[in-house]
């Protein structure tokens, strides 16, 4: 697990997206998805970022983002 600094802002997203709507994630013409982490924020994300936790389920479970105060991912992983 990634480390937190005070300057570090912390989202987390519960996911749970069958196949079908993970085919978007390889468009080439979108780069980036906003979804809405729990806090109720909109948050624009990498779609690589996503692609790595693809199933042929989909994708499923809890996911933390940190980014640091420059505004760099510094992860994104599945917690649960």
Known sequence: MTSISQTDSV???SINA???QCEVL???SMPDVV???ESGLSVQVPTNRLRQFVTSDGIK???RMI???NKKI???ERLA
């Open 11 to 13: 989202f987390y997203f």
């Open 18 to 20: 069958p196949y079908k």
């Open 26 to 28: 390889y468009v080439p």
């Open 35 to 37: 979804m809405v982490s």
């Open 61 to 63: 479970g809890r996911f």
């Open 67 to 69: 980014i640091d105060a």
């Open 74 to 76: 510094k992860s994104f």
